[in-house]
């Protein structure tokens, strides 16, 4: 097998594996599963990943990087820092079916008992913190937020993100879309010494 068509079968493995995931769960996808939605054998997936916690880690930071692809996109742009906070904070909400919500719920709890997988959780759940406190910073650098502390105003503001969107995502309707975004909206805004208004 060339290294060209190795790494085209192991995207290709990836997202089966995600979308494998999605439906079965991370605890619940076995090896042989991967392989047979993939149409190949399971000698081709521990050719790959050598274990299922590599495959599982690996598929978890697959489907991850694409929400933070969206972000380095906000990061990256010569916005002020309130549009890009809005952006960020829009981009955190659950939206549709929230696959992506479900594979990072899922991750964390999975990650209680897989070390690879918690590196690469806590790895990609870091930099969620790290760019949000960086907006902020930059923010409170321009006068446009008051705020002590950036990088515990990140913390809490994800804190209230993460806890809302578990719950939107998990358990259907007890809080709607527009509870979860008028909540952050409200949280954002008294940690940054603004008007809710200003971040709609």
Same mark, same amino acid.
Request: proline share 0%.
């Given at each position: 097998m060339t290294r060209r068509a190795a &790494?085209?079968?192991l995207d290709a493995l990836l997202r089966t594996a995600c979308d494998v995931i999605a439906e079965r769960g991370l605890a619940n996808t076995r090896t042989a599963d991967v392989a047979q939605a993939a149409g190949v054998s399971q000698a081709l997936v521990f050719y790959h990943f050598a274990t299922k916690e590599r495959l599982v880690a690996m598929a978890f930071e697959h489907a991850v990087e694409?929400? =933070?692809v969206r972000l380095d996109a *906000?990061?990256?742009s010569p916005a002020p820092p309130l549009s890009k906070l809005r952006r960020i904070l829009k =981009?955190?909400?659950p939206a549709g079916r929230p696959t992506s919500w479900s594979m990072w719920i899922d991750g964390w709890s999975e990650? =209680?008992?897989t070390p690879e997988l918690e590196r690469v959780s806590r790895r990609l759940d870091l930099r969620w913190r790290e760019d949000l406190a960086s907006v902020i910073a930059d923010g409170v650098?321009?006068?446009t937020f008051e705020c002590a502390d950036p990088v515990g105003a990140a913390w809490r503001i994800s804190a209230v993100m993460d806890g809302l969107a578990v719950q939107l995502a998990v358990h259907d309707r007890v809080i709607s879309r527009r509870q979860f975004t &008028?909540? *952050?909206r409200l949280v954002a805004a008294r940690e940054l010494g603004v008007d809710p208004a200003v971040l709609d």
């Open positions: &790494e085209i079968r694409q929400d =933070l *906000v990061m990256r =981009l955190y909400t990650s =209680l008992r650098a321009d006068g &008028e909540w *952050v």
